[in-house]
């Protein structure tokens, strides 16, 4: 079975973009000072983990791209 998957130059790039941005909260040594900055830490946290569970099945679209007997129509944008 012959699978297409479309996916654009953009979509690729965005979502690299947004990862590398994002790099840097996650490489951090800021555990917070006090309640008040592990509580802020803790939510920034828990909405990156929403975004990245969000953007698990563009990523899944883009490496099931990979995989044999899958076509990919790759568009610039």
Do not use: F
């Not at 690299?16 to 939510?43: C, F, H, N």
């Not at 929403?50 to 610039?76: M, T, Y």
Request: hydrophobic content about 45%.
């Amino acid at each position: 079975m012959l699978t297409v998957v479309a996916v654009t130059a953009s979509d690729a790039e965005e979502t690299i973009a947004w990862m590398v941005e994002k790099d840097p909260m996650l490489s951090t040594d800021d555990y917070g000072r006090d309640l008040a900055s592990v509580q802020a830490l803790q939510r920034k946290h828990d909405t990156l983990e929403r975004d990245l569970n969000a953007l698990e099945d563009k990523v899944c679209q883009i490496v099931s791209a990979l995989q044999p007997g899958v076509v990919v129509q790759l568009s610039v944008v």
